[in-house]
């Protein structure tokens, strides 16, 4: 896809299956998130890694199928994706909570692309939203996991509630994204 000039119409044709395979990674995303949310609260370990899981995949079909004008957002938001996955690899092999938490911090990176562009492009604002959470999310993690403080009652009961709010702004986001006519092709303005 090439940008003729800013301020020039331009029109590029965006097959059918395109977009529902794009949308299909937002409702695979959104089961992980589900899944982990659910998991995270009953501190059920192969639910937690059955959510990143199936997270990580749906964010790599929407990452893969992204429609963006500049492909260098494209390529930031797939390379971040990518670079979760390769380090999830790695701690399977490591088991080191450090590396867990980074790869999820370069995939929702990623994902927070993925928002932002749905919020830029239709004005949902949960994807505003979410877009700025999730960096706050990666650092205090981060953060909390890093001082030994992840293992706190308080602190899970905090971060179930910040989880089921991420999960309702995910499911009010993917609903109109759901809803949305088909594309059948895309205009720059």
């Not at 020039?8 to 695979?28: A, E, L, M």
């Not at 001082?147 to 905090?158: E, L, P, S």
């Not at 709010?165 to 895309?186: D, G, N, T, W, Y």
Request: hydrophobic share 50%.
């Amino acid at each position: 896809m090439e940008n003729n000039g800013a301020g020039q119409g331009h029109s590029v044709k965006y097959p059918r299956s395109y977009d529902i395979i794009y949308r299909s990674g937002y409702v695979i995303s959104f089961l992980g998130i589900f899944l982990f949310w659910v998991s995270y609260l009953f501190l059920n370990e192969s639910g937690l890694f059955g959510g990143i899981s199936l997270f990580y995949i749906g964010a790599l079909i929407s990452g893969i199928f992204l429609l963006v004008w500049r492909k260098e957002i494209k390529i930031f938001i797939l390379s971040c994706i990518i670079i979760g996955i390769f380090l999830s690899f790695m701690y399977l092999f490591l088991k080191n909570q450090e590396i867990l938490i980074v790869s999820i911090g370069f995939v929702l990176a990623g994902y927070a692309g993925l928002y932002g562009k749905e919020a830029y492009c239709f004005h949902f604002n949960e994807g505003w939203i979410l877009m700025w959470s999730f960096p706050v999310l990666i650092f205090t993690n981060l953060i909390i996991y890093g001082t030994g403080y992840g293992r706190n009652v308080i602190t899970h009961d905090i971060f179930s509630v910040i989880y089921l709010i991420i999960v309702i702004l995910a499911l009010s986001f993917l609903i109109k994204k759901l809803r949305q006519p088909i594309m059948e092709f895309c205009q720059n303005q």
